[in-house]
């Protein structure tokens, strides 16, 4: 029964990982990252004027990125620091948002969203929603409670095929639960964007995009269907007009300034700031000066 009932627990922990596997891809990028110089940009002084130097200075792909991901944050009052964009060159149509103030985005995902701004926002604002709804927390505590849970059941089951109904009945309510948070993401997504001057449709344009690769029709363990995804964008609109909340994002903008942003010495990641913020060198020449004397 042990090792049947392993086997199953192995499946029940893939699931739970699964939107934080990635981490392990993240990590090193981090640490390159807090090793790297980078590239201050001063502050602003028209929009019009500020968005110019961010054009000319930064890479199409991270100026695209800026102005999408600065207008999400500002339209919607986004209680974060900074968000950090990795761009990584793995080509996959995919994006992931698995620790506080982090998302990478996949070479393959711009590929597909290129020429379509509206659709790379949605996603963004979608990973955006998972660090606004702590999806990384409750699944550290959903896996917390599923090994609670399966120690339990293997301890206390009768036989062998009562433990297998146990476990993957747990194994169900876990992926519900994924699936629930998917459906949270995909509502930030839908309000983010909007509020932020983009496109109502460009989540479904981009969903109907993912149903053309291979797989793309079904639930998986994480995700729901691409089917349950529209029919609850189509509610959302319903719910929440598009020009209601283009309206509210736009009166939020107007209270607003652009935001800095610094560009990675390597170029592999754009960091927008959502409060004023001084470089560390900046610091340490405050605190203890440039030399030992001052």
Known sequence: MMLSSL??????????AALIVPIGFVSPLLAAENQSSTTQV???????????????KLPNNFYVIYRITERLIRANKVDSPYLRIILSQDYSVNATANTAYLIVLYQGLLDITEGDTSALAFIIAHEIGHYVKDHYNRVYALEQDANSKLREILS????????????????????????????????IGYLYSVRAGFDPEAGSRGFKLLEKMPGGTMAS??????????????????????ETLRQEGLTQIERTQPL???????????????????????????????????
């Open 7 to 16: 086997n199953k627990y192995a499946t029940i922990i893939a699931s739970v």
């Open 42 to 56: 001063a502050v602003r002084s028209t929009s019009a004027s500020w968005y110019q130097v961010a054009e000319a």
């Open 156 to 187: 206390s089951s009768k036989n062998q095929a009562e433990a297998a109904r146990r476990i993957e009945a747990l194994r169900q309510k876990i992926i519900e639960q994924l699936r629930a948070y998917e459906l949270e993401a995909d509502q």
């Open 221 to 242: 363990e994480t995700h729901p269907s691409i089917s349950d995804r529209l029919a609850a964008l189509e509610a959302l609109k319903a719910k929440y007009p598009p």
């Open 260 to 294: 800095t942003y610094e560009l990675a010495e390597d170029k592999h990641s754009l960091r927008i700031n959502s409060q004023p913020t001084i470089s560390s060198v900046d610091d340490i020449h405050r605190r203890l000066g440039q030399n030992d004397r001052d």
